[in-house]
């Protein structure tokens, strides 16, 4: 949690929480029934259980426990709370009332109906896109996260009205071990779920191009009413559970495509280990949504936390990388080119591309 008041204080430090135009909700916590319209009843019973910070009877047959979804006091709150703020956003979305929206607290891409998985208890964004679908809008989801967005995909993965599109290190390396090209979609949808895996050292020079040739042809030939962007910042460079190689200003890039493609935008948070890429990449994305060009240095007024989280000489950007052997390099490529050769032969010619 301690990622997301950095981040916030970060935002407020450079005044970004008070800009015209914009506003901050707080959501109420979501009701089980909202909940309920993805997740198991079952389930949800279970991780109420859990509010009380003990092992519920049965948890671990739910995901629960020792592991990447630890129990722990208020854990039934802190995912209502995650829940809200995504379907805060669809209504804000839908009824006109924003055409932009972050929630950076959201993203939480991995939990699938019936169980928790990979730090993920509810999963806020599928909520959020039927919630949008229910009012009767087309949505695209794209997932920039180092990981891939496996429930979200599941959860749509028959439906040829949503398009979702994750970007992530390869399955062979990384949690959760699936998001392949081949994993297109099934029935009416075949197509409709778009995999570009990324080679390890995957770096800004190599992704934006590989980004640029699959998903704004994918998006404009889809036209959604409104994409839902998952942000996840693990695919940084100095990420420690993950073995992409991006700067900051390539995430901010990509993002900043993301937005130009976007009619109207939820943009919500996901994965980021290193708590200061998440307070940067995450601040440098609220400036993009609002067309904000921030001074490099960190502000004054973040001078505590720079100390406190140990950012050293870190600014907003990060400093070039020293790159890689050139063998690697061209091997990293090679492999990103190639998965992206796979999704134009296959993916492509059921959009008619
Ligand atoms: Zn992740």
């Known amino acids: 949690m301690e990622r997301l008041g950095l981040t916030w204080r970060l935002m407020q430090a450079y005044g970004l929480t008070r800009l015209p135009g914009t506003t ?115 949505v695209a989801y794209v997932d920039i996260d180092a990981h891939h967005g496996d429930g979200v995909q599941y959860a749509f993965y028959g439906d040829p009205h949503v398009l979702t599109i994750s970007t992530h290190e390869r399955g062979e390396r990384l949690f959760p071990g699936t998001g392949f090209v081949h994993e297109l979609g099934e029935g009416d949808a075949a197509g409709f779920s778009v995999n570009l895996p990324l080679e390890a050292y995957t770096d800004t020079q190599v992704y934006l191009p590989a980004f640029e040739a699959v998903v704004p042809p994918l998006l404009a030939r889809f036209k959604p009413d409104v994409i839902v962007a998952q942000l996840g910042i693990d695919s940084h460079r100095t990420d420690p559970l993950t073995h992409l190689a991006l700067d900051i200003q390539g995430f901010a890039k990509a993002f900043a495509r993301i937005v130009s493609l976007a009619p109207r935008l939820i943009a919500l948070g996901g994965g980021g280990y290193d708590i200061r890429n998440v307070a940067r990449g995450w601040t440098a994305a609220w400036a993009v949504l609002n067309g904000v060009e921030l001074p490099a240095g960190l502000p004054e007024a973040f001078a505590e936390d720079v100390r406190r989280h140990d950012f050293g000489e870190l600014g907003l950007w990060d400093a070039p990388s020293e790159g890689l052997p050139e063998s690697i390099q061209r091997a990293v490529s090679d492999y990103v080119d190639r998965q992206v050769d796979a999704v134009q032969r296959t993916i492509f010619p059921f959009h008619r591309l």
């Open 24 to 138: 901050v909700h707080a959501p109420t916590p979501a009701g089980e029934g909202d909940i309920a319209v993805f997740h198991e009843p079952e389930y949800l019973e279970v991780l109420r259980a859990a509010d009380s910070g003990a092992q519920p009877p049965r948890g671990s047959a739910f995901g629960l426990g020792a592991g990447d979804n630890p129990v722990f006091p208020g854990v039934w709150e802190a995912a209502r709370l995650v829940a809200a703020g995504s379907l805060l956003a669809a209504d804000l979305i839908a009824r006109g009332e924003a055409d932009r929206v972050f929630h950076f607290a959201g993203g939480l891409h991995h939990a699938l109906r019936e169980r928790a998985s990979g730090f993920c208890y509810v999963n806020d964004a599928v909520l959020a896109i039927l919630r949008l679908r229910e009012r009767g809008l087309r």
